[in-house]
């Protein structure tokens, strides 16, 4: 695992999800920043719930996100076992059923929308200003990210109702 999926673990682990989990989730978002949420898994071998903070970004009724490691990413894994999963936006909880972004439009609109999202982070891991970064060099990059959607079918457990 190479140092910067280190640096995010670690970060994520005592900072990210514990912050969320106490409904401080309002606070940690911003444009500079990044618009951040918490997706709730089953571990696909453990079965106990994992908790993955990303970048998102909401359109026609559906939450968005990339995996910027694609496939091997334990999370994607872990959904692609079980799509039922729990969203912890900032100000909610919702219930989702994941999948996979095929449709290439669909895919790089969400893809830039995303990166906007994402405030400074992509700038600073990807070297671009994502509302001005080209359509071929966004078509170039959706080869190695992959965009996630979240269809919501209910309201889900927020931080103070564990």
Known sequence: MNLMRKGFRVLNKFFMVPAFRLGLGPILGSPLGGYIMVIKTRG???????????????????????????????????MTADPQVELLLPARALACKAEVVEETQEKLDMLR????????????????????VSDEKLREMSKQY????FRVHGIGAGALDQ
């Open 44 to 78: 696909r071998l453990s079965g106990r719930t994992r908790y993955t903070p990303v970048n998102y970004a909401i359109a026609n009724g559906n939450v968005y996100c990339t995996a910027g490691y694609g496939k091997i990413s334990h999370w994607v894994k872990n």
């Open 113 to 132: 929308q995303v990166l906007i999202n994402s405030g400074f982070a992509a700038v600073v891991f990807e070297g671009i200003i994502a509302s001005r």
């Open 146 to 149: 992959m965009v996630l959607r």
